[in-house]
């Protein structure tokens, strides 16, 4: 029954997380928290793996067929920053977990950060009309925003966010479309710089091998149809989708919150 939800899970938010440019990490990780089946450190690393079997797919088959819309002058050092904040990120959730007896009680500070994070998020989407997008092409300020971006979705443990396609909408002028894409390299490099650094130290929580593979299988089928259905959307469909995915977030956010402070 485990193996049946979280392939599940796995397979519906991947779908969601390659249209969105979200990555599915931040669907899975406060869903899973919320069933409770495994540690929080667990779902971690699980969310980790599947996230980048996600993004690998979805950002290498999208090179591939050539219909890569990455802003070349900005990427690579978003890229960059967004691995050194991975591991950062790593680092500042163990540091936050050690402070509490229950270690699981580390996910109700992800969860109430991610409300916050998505929230703000959502009101920047709303009003964005109201905020006129800057053109951000200084190396050092797109390394500085990948390693903020790169270090919150590392420490949330969901690889990515809504705020990434924010984010880059905002500083880089980018349309949600072609956000989307340059978020999901963010997400790869974050997720596979903290990822590898918890399985290198050691640090990886015992998972079922039949159970990740699993849900990288579903991650890779989902991953394609995501990238096929956002192809085709244009961008009112994308913009929608975005601000559907952070409601259906905060709502999970606020359901662990009480579970695990009540």
């Known amino acids: 029954m485990i193996y049946l939800v979280c392939c599940a899970v796995a397979f519906a938010a991947c779908i969601l ?3 969105c440019g979200m990555g599915g990490g931040i669907i899975i990780k406060p869903v899973l928290d919320a069933t409770g089946v495994m540690p929080v450190a667990a779902v971690n690393f699980l969310s980790g793996c599947t996230v980048i ?3 690998c797919w979805s950002v290498g088959k999208t090179a591939l067929k050539k219909e890569s819309a990455l802003d070349l002058h900005s990427t690579p050092f ?10 950062a990120g790593k680092q500042l959730f163990h540091l936050v977990a050690a402070q509490f007896a229950d270690q699981n009680t580390a996910g109700g500070v992800q969860a109430c950060l991610l409300f916050f994070a998505t929230f703000a998020t959502l009101l920047y989407t709303i009003k964005k009309d109201r905020f006129p997008p800057k053109h951000v092409r200084s190396p050092m300020a797109a390394f500085v925003i990948g390693l903020f971006l790169g270090l919150l979705g590392a420490f949330l443990g969901i690889g990515g ?6 984010v880059l909408c905002y ?3 980018m349309p949600t479309k072609r956000a ?3 978020s999901l390299l963010i997400v790869l490099f974050s997720q596979l710089a903290s990822t590898l650094q918890t399985a290198f130290t050691k640090g990886a929580a015992p998972i079922d091998p039949v159970l990740l593979a699993g849900m990288i299988v579903m991650t890779v089928a989902a991953s394609e149809v995501g990238r096929r259905i956002h192809r085709r ?3 009112r469909q994308a913009t929608f989708c975005l601000e559907g995915a952070m409601v259906l977030i905060m709502g999970i956010s606020v359901y662990n919150m009480f579970k695990i402070f009540r």
């Open 17 to 19: 997380g390659t249209i």
């Open 233 to 235: 959307i244009d961008e």
């Open 161 to 166: 966010g809504p705020f990434n396609v924010a």
């Open 53 to 55: 079997a996600m993004s």
């Open 180 to 182: 989307t894409q340059n």
């Open 78 to 87: 978003l890229a960059l920053g967004a691995a050194l904040g991975g591991l």
């Open 171 to 173: 500083f880089f002028s």
